[in-house]
């Protein structure tokens, strides 16, 4: 594979990522209930754990530890052997081995175009609309405000 090939292959991979982990458990089983879901093992079987979460003031300042956080985990190997990983905020095991399992499936040329149609499209459409419905929503409260000048003086 040329390193283009492995770019864009890597972009899609983490594009599905974004969508999946921003995405609840019951949207993302919906949709694979919709596809021949392939054998698969668990690697890893779900588990949960914490992660120390990092900040900066303002951006650029020196990094700190701002707190913790709870995720879950989990790792898949297809019987084709691509191996997936899967991890997102909170304590939903189901959810970090559905998204390990469609990672897995990102990855095989058999069923890369089948998940990318059937779960990721319509869960990123879900979530652009839905974002664009909290933009509207925002920008239908939004004040400008403007400072008049006295004519006096």
């Known amino acids: 594979m040329t390193t283009t090939g492995r770019n864009s292959k890597q972009a899609q991979r983490k594009a599905a990522m974004a969508v999946l982990a921003h995405s609840g458990a019951a949207e ?22 914490l992660v120390m979460l990092r900040g900066r003031i303002g951006g650029d300042g020196a990094p700190f530890n701002l707190g913790e956080a709870t995720v879950s985990r989990a790792a898949v190997r297809l019987a084709t052997g691509e191996v997936g990983f899967g991890y997102t905020l909170g304590r939903d095991a189901q959810k970090a081995r559905m998204i390990a399992l469609c990672d897995a499936m ?8 089948e998940v990318e149609a059937k779960v990721i499209a319509p869960l990123r459409a879900a979530m652009l609309a839905e974002r664009n419905r909290k933009a509207e929503e925002t920008a239908a409260t939004r004040v400008d405000f403007y400072t008049m000048v006295r004519g006096e003086g």
């Open 28 to 49: 993302i089983a919906g949709h694979l209930a919709d596809i021949a879901v392939p054998a698969h093992e668990n690697l890893r079987e779900p588990e949960n754990g």
């Open 106 to 113: 990102v990855q095989s040329t058999d069923f890369s175009s």
